[in-house]
């Protein structure tokens, strides 16, 4: 069994950058547990859009990681240009063993 986790970067009481550094140790703890995946969600002027590009979150995250498959959970079609869409990969970013 595969297992993964759902995310969405929720507003806290603390400077943006702590919070992403502390998201990203958080995972590495997931990555070295073996999760399988980590799919982070874009909401926008909400409480829980602390990452409304989701692809710089997770680009910060693949330098930080080894196995787990990272990728977005929801794109808000309406705010991007459909070739740009088109353009990004289908799946999780799958790691290549070294």
């Known amino acids: 069994m595969n297992i993964g986790v ?16 502390s998201r990203l140790r958080l995972l590495e703890k997931y990555d070295a547990a073996g999760f ?11 409480p829980l859009g602390m990452a409304p ?3 710089i979150f997770l680009a910060a995250a693949t330098q930080r990681t080894q196995r787990i498959r990272l990728g977005p ?26």
């Open 6 to 21: 759902f995310d969405h970067l929720d507003r806290r009481n603390v400077a943006l950058d702590e919070h992403y550094a």
């Open 36 to 46: 399988h995946a980590y799919h982070l969600a874009e909401h926008h002027a909400t």
């Open 53 to 55: 590009v989701p692809g």
């Open 73 to 98: 959970c929801v794109y808000c079609l309406p705010l991007y240009d459909p070739l740009c869409i088109r353009s990004r990969p289908r799946r999780s970013i799958a790691r290549r063993s070294r």
